[in-house]
Nanobody
Framework: QLQLVESGGGLVQAGGSLRLSCAAS????????MAWYRQAPGKQREWVAV???????NYADSVKGRFTISRDNAKNTVYLQMNSLKPEDTAVYYC??????????????WGQGTQVTVSS
């Protein structure tokens, strides 16, 4: 099973920035799509951004122009650079990684979540 460890959350004032990281560990796997989701209190988990294995990116309208997703394939790590943060960005952020083990079936794993709180 692929293990994911997130870091980088915290408390920031509106207009500030944070950078989230999600590192995958394990052996004998190939990572495909990497994405970030978030879940605010009382709301459903929502998709935030995605990056393909080739580096193509896509963003939810609510974060477009403020957030940047990137990946370092050598480190099996995905990042989310969040700028111009707003109080409505407050949520627990989760990374989601689609992967396949050599000779196995495609699978998906979630990170443990990291809290991002934006104060007004």
């Amino acid at each position: 099973q692929l293990q994911l460890v997130e870091s980088g959350g915290g408390l920031v004032q509106a207009g500030g920035s944070l950078r989230l990281s999600c590192a995958a560990s394990g052996s004998g796997f190939s990572i495909n799509v990497m994405a970030w989701y978030r879940q605010a209190p009382g709301k459903q988990r929502e998709w935030v951004a995605v990056v393909s294995s080739g580096g193509s990116t896509n963003y939810a309208d609510s974060v477009k122009g403020r957030f940047t997703i990137s990946r370092d394939n050598a480190k099996n790590t995905v990042y989310l650079q969040m700028n111009s943060l707003k109080p409505e960005d407050t949520a627990v952020y989760y990374c989601n990684v689609h992967w396949v083990r050599l000779g196995g079936e495609p699978s998906s794993s979630w990170g443990q979540g990291t809290q991002v709180t934006v104060s007004s």
